[in-house]
């Protein structure tokens, strides 16, 4: 399986999970965690409407607020020890980044971009992705606030994150959705739900493509007097998949 340290990773998703009882994810992490680190790029419960980013690390790593993202920062720390794996995390403002309303227009895309700096999560709407992203040539510095970035600054991210694998699970009850269920307004009880596969008919990923871009610095001597410029090479490639995931915890 690929790994990756650094890197854009364009995901185009036509429709993602969601409903009572599930706990869908799009995150990534290696064999090693917590000491790699783990990052979720998607990840909410049961019919949710926004979409929340998390990083969950070994100690002394902290998200900065407020920060350069447009989001609503829950947690700062994310200590896998602390608050029982909780992590730090930022909520997407967006009511259509997640759920229902996500699927109804027509998915869209999140990126992420990870280097030595950052680790920055957008999403667009399927109307509003960048021509850039549309063309194969994504240039992160012309598009707005991510919704959620982690520091350097208050968390070296070359320290705690390393040698990821990309990961797609769509959870049933668990930890997060199984305790927080009857709180949801879910009807009789996650495990009743669970022995009724009718439950779980938009509990489905449809994914059009995954793109991975490589950073590469550009020489751009002959326009500008010797500067240098950094953008993204092609590095991975591109898939489209339907897929149900179901892990039963």
């Known amino acids: 399986m690929e790994r990756y340290t650094h890197g854009l990773f364009i995901l185009d998703v036509a429709q993602a999970p969601y409903g009572c009882g599930t706990w869908p994810a799009y995150w990534s992490t290696s064999e090693h965690w917590p000491f790699d680190g783990e990052i979720d790029i998607i990840e909410n419960v049961h019919s949710s409407v926004s979409n929340q980013v998390s990083w969950h690390t070994t100690a002394n790593c902290t998200l900065i607020s ?3 993202y447009t989001g609503i920062v829950g947690s700062t720390t994310c200590d896998h020890d602390y608050m029982s794996n909780t992590g730090c995390g ?3 403002p967006s009511i259509a980044s997640f759920g229902e309303m996500f699927n109804a227009k027509g998915g869209g895309v999140y990126a992420m ?11 667009f709407y399927r109307t509003a992705i960048p021509n850039d992203i549309l063309t194969g040539l994504p240039n992160p510095g012309t598009w707005p606030l991510p919704s959620a970035s982690l520091s350097g600054l208050g968390c070296p991210i070359d320290t705690y994150f390393r040698n990821h694998m990309l990961i797609f699970d769509t959870t049933l ?10 709180a949801a307004g879910c009807p009789g ?6 022995a009724d596969p009718s439950s779980f008919v938009n509990a489905t990923w449809s994914i059009n493509s995954i793109k991975i871009y490589n950073q590469t610095v550009i020489n751009t001597a002959y326009l500008d007097a010797g500067a240098v410029r950094t953008g993204y090479s092609f590095w991975a490639a591109v898939f489209a998949l339907t897929a149900v995931l179901f892990v039963f915890l």
């Open 113 to 123: 971009k990870w280097d030595s700096y950052s680790i920055d999560v957008w999403f």
């Open 189 to 194: 009880t996650c495990a009743e739900r669970v």
């Open 90 to 92: 930022i909520v997407d």
């Open 173 to 182: 009850c668990g930890d997060w959705a199984g305790t927080s269920y009857e």
């Open 66 to 68: 407020p920060g350069n």
